[in-house]
């Protein structure tokens, strides 16, 4: 009687939460969804320009463009949506509340006055602003006027005094390099800048690597590095304090000059950069091995196009405005000009899975014998992260048949800069079927085979961070899995070839070094698991020795499950080095129909390690990075691990992530944010030329259900096959999606014979 009363009772639960199920459709319908995400919607070109102009018409500002070329001037550096808080979100979308006011965030660099200094405000209410107030630091934090990012306006006049300064060196140049700063037409010299800027916060002191101007210039460094200090507001003020040569220090470029002239420096002569003729129509003559022109040959030549997708019904997927819906899945996304790729308000079959998953950061952390690269510690939010969204390719960066989007960034710009196809969406394929199985009979045939297709819908960006390409995706899986994913390529971070700089890297060419570096990409993930009381757990396994039961005279060795909870912040913040539990699960207090919280497990892909020492000067500005996993509980004044300032001034930032742990809050039964560092050490090759390919660079992390749902919901896809063997005739092919007409666009038609005879 008990058993049967049991049963009974799970019947009634697994009633009950059908009918939640589909109260929740319902009150989060398709339609409700996409109505409502504008409010996560970046902001439009006129939103953008209506802030610009209430900023400029108030006259107390004082702003002058941010193309003036000067630095002692006030000017607006970056302006974007602000999100309103997450209650206020929470009740208009869930409680039907009014729509929250929609506000801007604008940055405005004060420089014209006696001690500059940067302001943040929040202006409102959009589309027609009229009002402004001042977004404090963090407490005990001020933004220095150091820390800011570099604007265009500092790079043009760091060139400008860069060239001014090593017009001593010309003859030098020439003769070394062939290339000049001085009336050079097509043998012009650049630089690359690099991060921190100085050993100590309030310093603006940037080694530059001098390189050679041509395709791949990245790759192509002359054995030249100047330190310039550019702290003052008036660049007549700039001047070099060191330059570095080929493993030897001088005090100027004129020292450099004059030894030179006395033949006093071990010169290293490069050679000729150019193939004889360049351009579209060059085809005689070599390659750069910077370029990315084809050479060599594959021992079964492909000369013809590879495959391609096509959507012969159209797309599956819905895009409108700033909402997806896909399946069981609707989502809000946002591209944010100062880090990046947002997700929100993510559902999966009428239930909110997670409010917010969001790039926080990305860093890069090298090592070198040149005093550039010892000194790279790139902290990429510093350098723009969300604004350099480039055009996508068609059929290269996204299917052809991707849905592409634009952005609008008003970042270092005086007018809303357009980016065309700088998102897309896509539906794709994943070569591996979802789910599969073959029944034999063990006869030489069949029961039955079933099968359902592997599609996934795929959002994805890129940032293009001077030498880096990051391609960012957020993937949707029909069986309620989500995943982000970090994949890398572009151009090694390369110095001068030394044979010192063999033990901070690889030797890619005759005077080229591939220095050694880390990357580490953070992730916010604000879970909301079947609401927003959650709480964080985690599973492993045990072995356990025991006397075998039916054969009492010997013992078995089985596994047994082990579970922990972490009741506080402190605790659920996981440090490299030490073992990461491999079930890590998100719960809630409700539960599933056969009596298990329902839960979402985060799943990490990564080869991340710690790279810096805690609290060593600048991994202030990075504490995340000690960490692949911390949980802690939602405040509105933890939304960001970093800043655009972290990198300008690592050593007293506006934001350590450290301090989130501090307080060491409750987490159980609350609204929970995990933190995720994924990443990989990078130690270059000679198949790194010309590019880092993506193949093994990818880290993430899937967000999978866990006893959420009562079985696995791609039940609910139409792509499932079934095929039933027959005596007589072909088997019969069960399908929920007729099969479509043959046309030469269309794949082969469905067969299935499953018989296995002797031979």
Not at 39 to 66: C, G, I, N, T, Y
Not at 116 to 129: C, H, Q
Not at 239 to 265: D, H, I, M, T
Not at 344 to 353: A, D, P, S, T
Request: net charge neutral; charged share 20%; glycine share 8%.
């Amino acid at each position: 009687m008990r058993r049967e009363t049991s049963a009974l009772g799970w019947a009634v639960v697994a009633i009950l939460m059908l009918q939640t199920l589909a109260e929740a459709k319902a009150k989060h319908s398709p339609w409700t969804l996409r109505s409502k995400a504008g409010v996560f919607s970046d902001l439009s070109a006129p939103e953008l320009k209506a802030v610009r102009s209430f900023l400029w018409s108030r006259k107390e500002l004082r702003l002058q463009p941010s193309s003036a070329p000067a630095i002692a001037k006030n000017s607006v550096f970056l302006i974007e949506l602000l999100l309103p808080k997450k209650q206020q979100v929470l009740k208009f979308l869930d409680g039907g509340q009014r729509r929250p006011v929609r506000e801007a965030r604008a940055i405005i660099f004060f420089g014209a006055q006696e001690h500059p200094n940067i302001t943040e405000f929040a202006v409102g209410p959009l589309p027609w602003p009229h009002y402004m107030r001042e977004l404090p630091p963090r407490p005990g934090h001020q933004l220095s006027w150091a820390s800011r990012p570099i604007s265009s306006v500092e790079h043009a006049l760091l060139s400008r005094t860069l060239a001014e300064a090593t017009k001593p060196l010309h003859r030098f140049f020439m003769d070394t390099t062939g290339f000049s700063f001085q009336d050079c037409h097509t043998h012009c010299l650049t630089f690359t800048d690099v991060a921190p800027r100085g050993v100590a916060s309030g310093q603006r002191r940037t080694w530059l690597i001098i390189q050679r101007f041509v395709e791949g210039y990245f790759l192509h460094p002359t054995g030249l590095e100047v330190l310039v200090d550019h702290g003052s507001s008036d660049a007549r003020d700039w001047e070099v304090e060191q330059v570095w040569y080929n493993g030897k220090f001088y005090r100027s470029p004129e020292e450099l000059a004059r030894k030179y002239a006395a033949g006093e420096v071990d010169v290293v002569v490069l050679e000729d950069a150019f193939p004889q003729s360049q351009g579209e129509d060059s085809t005689g003559d070599p390659p750069l091995f910077s370029s990315y022109k084809p050479r060599g040959d594959f021992p079964s030549p492909i000369a013809v196009n590879g495959p391609h997708l096509v959507q012969p019904g159209g797309p599956r997927y819905r895009v409108e405005g700033n909402a997806v819906l896909y399946g069981g899945w609707s989502f809000a996304f946002r591209l944010r000009s100062s880090s990046g790729l947002q997700v929100l308000n993510v559902h999966f079959g009428g239930e909110r899975i997670a409010y917010e998953v969001s790039i926080q950061e990305a860093v890069a952390l090298y090592g070198g014998h040149t005093p550039a690269g010892m000194q790279t510690k790139f902290i990429d939010v510093g350098w723009g992260l969300g604004t350099v969204t480039h055009e996508l390719a068609p059929g290269i960066d996204c299917p052809g048949t991707a849905t592409f989007l634009d952005a609008h960034h008003y970042y270092d710009a005086d007018n809303p800069v357009h980016y065309p196809r700088a998102l897309c969406v896509f539906e794709m394929p994943t070569g591996v079927p979802l789910r599969r199985h073959f029944n034999s009979n063990f006869s030489g045939g069949f029961n039955f085979y079933a099968g359902l297709t592997g599609q996934v819908l795929v959002l994805r960006t890129t940032s293009t961070v001077y030498n880096y390409d990051y391609i960012w995706d957020f993937i949707f899986y029909p069986n309620g899995v989500m995943e982000a994913k970090m994949h890398a390529t572009g151009y090694v971070h390369a110095t001068f070839y030394t044979p010192e700089g063999l033990r901070h890297g690889t030797r890619l060419h005759t005077h080229l070094i591939g220095n050694m570096h880390t990357h580490l990409v953070h992730y916010r993930v604000d879970l909301d698991v079947a609401g927003t009381k959650n709480s964080f757990q985690t599973l492993q396994m045990k072995l356990e020795n025991i006397t075998n039961p039916w054969s009492p005279k010997h013992h078995l060795v089985q596994p047994t499950l082990g579970q922990t909870r972490y009741p506080r912040e402190r605790q659920a913040a996981f440090r490299f080095g030490r073992p990461l539990p491999k079930y890590l699960l998100f719960t809630s207090p409700k539960k599933n129909p056969w009596g298990h919280q329902r839960s979402y497990r985060l799943q990490i892909h990564s080869m991340a390690d710690q790279v810096l020492p805690p609290d060593w000067q600048e991994e202030r500005a990075i504490t995340w990075a000690r960490y692949p996993l911390a949980v802690t509980k939602y405040r509105e004044s933890e939304l960001c691990s970093s800043s655009i300032y972290n990198q300008n001034d690592p050593w007293d930032p506006p934001v350590v992530f450290e301090e989130f742990l501090r307080n060491n809050e409750n987490i159980e039964e609350e609204d929970l944010v995990a933190w995720v560092t994924v990443g990989f050490l990078h130690i270059p090759h000679s198949e790194d030329i010309p590019n880092t390919a993506t193949p093994g660079n990818s880290v993430g992390f899937l967000l999978r259900p866990f006893n959420f749902f009562p079985e696995d919901p791609s039940l609910a896809s139409r792509d499932t096959i079934i095929v039933w063997p027959r005596e007589n005739g072909p088997n019969y092919v069960q399908r929920w999606v007729p099969e479509e007409s043959r046309n030469c666009l269309m794949p082969t038609h469905f067969s299935y014979n499953g018989t296995y005879m002797p031979v």
